[in-house]
Structures are given as structure tokens and as C-alpha cells.
């Protein structure tokens, strides 16, 4: 006997004698079908293609039983495979190749005059696309308009409900199916498609052409700027649109943070504030599920912070080069300086002006995070936009690359910055125009570490951390040169360049008495004390010693009279 006849006739008694084998919708499938069902139902079932790709046979039976097809059965559009020449079917080269095949039946029951009767888009979508990608393959469903929201939305979901998908130009797939419950749920809910999906309708329907789904994805934010200009003027400062713009594609745009059709109010639910980030950011999710805001979120507490909540939702800032390190924390902490105040003064200077001094310069982080090594961080800043100066500016201004600017500034290339060559980068940018400045602020060494913040009362109390000539925060110092993807790329510096005379222009807004003291400043401040002291005390002196002279004049002019 013909071993393909035997296979046949081996499923179809098996099937007959064993029909408990076959999940099924009972009376919704097919007796054909249900032979067929009998590997196809088998997930792992694939065909390797002639380029090496691999096109899933899986048939979800429950679904296809409630497709528009399930009565014309699989033999309805299969016709050229059979129990005779099955499993054994025609070579294909590629998934591509396989859904133009697929699509050509299509035209067997579906003409293209019918289809321009019911649809009069039809016949462009059909020029740039298969039938296939449209309306899929296994899980069809009928066309029929349902009430099923907006008049106008109900025609865009007569197919998006469906499982269609759109190619990519490098052959990536992306699913079109809209849920219409979701878009319901959402925040946009009593919205119609096209105030979104302009240039879209009942006779129009643009068969536009992407790189990629990532492609797909940013292009397609753009949709929000149009109703939600001020948070897209806020993203446009932000860090994440920077790296966007300086072609990582990995940064996120709208709907990567708020999704597209299921978008909700971030008033309403705050856990996007923190879902959102944890897509890129989980490794900081164990540090802040340890702190005490992490706590708290935990035991419900309704204004215990979430991400955005410290760093921003639209405007979000590079952590690692921003004097803006008090603003997150004093959103909620708004008492702070008056409590910093009652110890964190100099007295008898005891105003909440002087805590807030040192909260422009040292994160709270430094003082309230536990464990981990603190260290000062320089960035440099444009004096005149009072911006960090970016890895594409600094570059542009020298002419250089980014292994060039490193290079410029370590120019001994000994591997650390020293207070020389501090110096040397701030005269270069003066004279090309640019008024720099480095800008330092005490901070902890990692992200993690920035997120273990603990309660108060393990809060740093000791002056002595800082202003000390050995102080422990001051030993570690760094130059926060560029960003990689986000990350802060880190030069280690010379302690001296906080106390150098090169420092004198080029750090001249980060000063701790006792750490970053410059000698010849202190020695300007002593001959002036000094100076401004002698006056007084030469004036009494003189006074005193000419006082009996005064006094004879004063009997004088007393024996005139």
C-alpha cells in the first residue's frame, strides 16, 4: 500500500475511534476539519521555508470555529492538498511568498467587482497589500456592522476587530487588531478614529510603509502632539527625546509609556508612574521596593511617591547632570529647609536660606540613602543657557569624536583629570566663544543607591562628612564628560581640582569651607581680615597717643575766649 494512502487512512480512523483525542467545538467544525485538526491543533507544528524561516501550521480550533469560514471547511480553500498528496505540499520560499499564494484563492468566492460594491476602498488596499495581511487567514470573521459604539468607528472596526496585521520594510509584522472593549475603557473612549488616524475614512484608507515596528511606534506618537502640546513642549526637554533624537531608538515615545488604544488618565491610576519605567528600568525596582517611599506604595499608602512622581513624567532630566536635585523631593517635602534649619546652620546664621544652600549642591540622596559611597560630580554647564553642555555640542565645538574629547580632556593621558587640564577645557571653550562652567554637586556613586532612601531618623547629621580638610565625601571626585544611552560616562578627577587656583573661574559655584577651600582665596580672606582690622585698631591708637595734643588745643582755643 502507498504510504502517503496509509497516513490518510491511519488519522481518519483514528479519528473516527478516538474522537475524545480531537478538541473541538462540538458541531461547530467540519468532519474534514476535524481530520485535519488532528496534527494542526499541535502548537509546536511549524514548516521550514527555503529561507530558512519558519511558518507556524497551528490552527486554534475554537477560534477558527467561530471564523466566517468554519462551515466551507478546510478543503474550501485548500483545494490542492488532499489525503493523497498530504503531507507532502509544494516548496515555498518565504511567508511573504506564502500569503500572496494564500490570497490568490480568496478571489475564487470574492471577486473584485462584489468587493467594490461593499467596499468602496477595497480595491486601493487590495493594490498595496494581500488579502491575508488584511483579514488574516484562519480566524476570518464577517464583515457585518454591528452597533458597536461611534457610528463613524463602527466601519474602521468591521475589520480591525479581526486578526490583521501590517508588514514592515525589514519583514517584521505588527497586529492591527483593535480590542473594542479596551478602546472603550480607555481615556480616549468617546473618541472616533479619525481624530486620531487623520487622513483615514470611508473612502480613504492610506497603506503608508515603515523601516520597522520600532519605526512604526515613534512616527505614530506624533499622533498625541496634535491635543497634547504642553506635555510634548515638556518631553522635548527631556532626556528621553534626546536620546531619540541622537538615533537611540530604544528611548521612549508616547505610547510606549501610555500605550496606544488602552491609554488611561495618569490622574486617575498612578501606577503608570511606575509601570511605565519599569519597562526599561527594572534593575532599580529592588532598591526602591526597598526604600521607605517603596514601603509605603507597598502598604497603600496613597501619596507615597512613584517614579514620576521624583523625576518627572514628561520633562524627565539626565540625574547624572542636573543641579535640579531638590526639586522631586521638596514636591512632597515642602517643610524641608525649616527642619533642615534646626540643625544644618551656622550660627548664628539660622534661616532656612542656609539649609536650602546646601540642598542646590548635595542631593538628598547623599545624606539619606543607605550605604553606598558618595562622591562630587562635575558637569559642565553653559552659563548662558544654564544647560549641560551635551557629547554633540562639545564635539561640534572641537571637531572632534567622542573618543577625541575624552582625549582633549585627560590631555596628559594619565587616566585622571587634574586641575590643570580642568582649566585648559574652560579657557578652549572661552575663546570659542562658550562660557562654561563646571558645576558640582555631592551625590551617590550608583542609580540603585539613589533609591534606597530611608527613613529620617538614618538620615547624616555630621558636618564633619563634608567639611573636613579629609573629608570622607570629598575623596572621591568625577567629571561627568558625555551619556551613553542614558548612562552617565564618568572621568575620575584629582581631588585638588576643588582647592586648585586653575579652579577659581572654571568651579567657582561649588565651594565647601573646609573641603573645597582654595588656598590663595583664604589667604586673600586672612590679609583682609587682617587689613580690615588694623584700620580700626591704628585709628584708636592714633587717638590715643595725639590726645593730649588735642586736648592742649582745645585749652587754647579755650583762653581766647
Not at 4 to 22: D, E, G, N, T, Y
Not at 74 to 86: K, P, Y
Not at 336 to 348: D, E, I, Q
Not at 531 to 556: D, E, K, N, Q, Y
Amino acid at each position: 500500500m502507498n504510504s502517503k494512502k496509509f497516513i490518510a487512512i491511519f488519522l481518519f480512523v483514528s479519528f473516527m475511534i478516538f474522537p475524545i483525542c480531537v478538541n473541538t467545538a462540538k458541531g461547530a467544525v467540519s468532519r474534514d476539519a476535524k481530520l485535519c485538526l488532528a496534527c494542526h491543533a499541535d502548537q509546536t507544528l511549524t514548516k521550514k521555508l527555503q529561507d530558512k524561516s519558519k511558518l507556524s501550521l497551528y490552527i486554534n480550533e475554537s477560534e477558527f470555529a467561530a471564523s466566517v469560514h468554519v462551515k466551507t471547511g478546510c478543503s474550501g480553500c485548500h483545494r490542492d492538498i488532499s489525503l493523497d498528496n498530504h503531507p507532502v505540499v509544494k516548496k515555498i520560499t518565504s511567508k511573504r511568498n506564502y500569503m500572496i499564494q494564500q490570497s490568490g484563492k480568496c478571489s475564487v468566492c470574492h471577486t473584485a467587482e462584489e468587493l467594490d460594491k461593499r467596499q468602496p476602498i477595497h480595491r486601493s488596499l487590495a493594490a498595496k497589500g494581500t488579502c491575508v495581511e488584511c483579514h488574516g487567514s484562519h480566524y476570518i470573521r464577517a464583515m457585518a456592522v454591528e452597533k458597536i459604539g461611534i457610528k463613524e468607528n463602527q466601519y474602521c472596526i468591521t475589520c480591525h476587530r479581526n486578526r490583521i496585521s501590517m508588514t514592515m520594510k525589514n519583514r517584521e509584522t505588527l497586529s492591527v487588531y483593535v480590542d473594542e472593549s479596551v478602546i472603550k475603557n480607555s481615556v480616549h473612549g468617546k473618541l472616533q478614529c479619525t481624530e486620531c488616524h487623520t487622513g483615514f475614512s470611508k473612502t480613504s484608507h492610506p497603506m503608508r510603509s515603515f523601516d520597522s515596528v520600532r519605526d512604526y511606534s515613534v512616527i505614530t506618537s506624533e499622533i498625541c502632539w496634535k491635543c497634547h502640546a504642553d506635555a510634548y513642549k515638556l518631553y522635548e526637554a527631556s532626556v528621553h527625546n534626546e536620546q531619540l533624537k541622537a538615533g537611540n531608538m530604544k528611548a521612549p515615545a508616547c505610547t510606549d509609556c501610555h500605550g496606544s488604544h488602552s491609554a488611561v488618565s495618569a490622574k486617575k491610576d498612578r501606577s503608570i508612574g511606575l509601570t511605565s519605567c519599569n519597562k526599561c528600568h527594572r534593575d532599580m525596582s529592588p532598591s526602591f521596593e526597598a526604600s521607605i517611599h517603596g514601603k509605603a506604595l507597598k502598604k497603600g499608602n496613597k501619596d507615597a511617591p512613584v517614579c514620576s512622581s521624583c523625576h518627572n513624567a514628561h520633562d524627565v532630566e539626565s540625574t547624572a547632570a542636573t543641579t535640579k536635585i531638590k526639586a522631586g523631593c521638596l514636591k512632597c517635602h515642602k517643610d524641608a529647609a525649616k527642619v533642615h534649619s534646626k540643625w544644618l546652620k551656622n550660627p548664628p546664621i539660622t534661616l532656612p536660606t542656609f539649609a536650602e544652600a546646601h540642598f542646590d549642591v548635595v542631593s538628598c540622596a547623599a545624606c539619606h540613602a543607605s550605604g553606598g559611597e558618595r562622591g562630587i560630580y562635575l558637569s559642565l554647564y553653559n552659563r548662558r543657557t544654564n544647560k549641560p553642555l551635551t557629547e554633540q555640542e562639545l564635539t561640534n565645538l572641537f571637531g572632534t569624536d567622542s573618543a577625541g574629547l575624552t582625549a582633549k580632556m585627560d590631555s596628559n593621558v594619565d587616566g585622571v583629570i587634574d586641575a590643570k587640564e580642568v582649566w585648559d577645557i574652560f579657557h578652549d571653550l572661552f575663546n570659542k566663544g562658550v562660557i562654561a562652567i563646571f558645576m558640582g554637586k555631592m551625590d551617590v556613586r550608583t542609580a540603585e543607591q539613589a533609591h534606597m532612601i530611608g527613613a529620617k531618623e538614618e538620615g547624616i547629621k555630621d558636618c564633619g562628612k563634608c567639611h573636613h580638610p579629609e573629608a570622607e565625601f570629598f575623596k572621591n571626585v568625577f567629571v561627568v564628560m558625555k551619556e551613553d544611552e542614558g548612562n552617565p560616562v564618568l572621568l575620575d578627577a584629582k581631588r585638588d581640582v576643588l582647592n586648585s587656583v586653575y579652579s577659581i573661574l572654571p568651579i567657582s559655584k561649588f565651594y565647601a569651607i573646609g573641603s573645597s577651600s582654595i588656598k590663595l582665596l583664604d589667604i586673600l580672606f586672612i590679609v583682609a581680615l587682617i587689613g580690615g582690622i588694623a584700620v580700626p585698631i591704628g585709628h584708636i591708637s592714633f587717638r590715643i597717643i595725639t590726645s593730649p595734643i588735642r586736648a592742649l588745643r582745645r585749652m587754647g582755643k579755650g583762653g581766647k575766649k
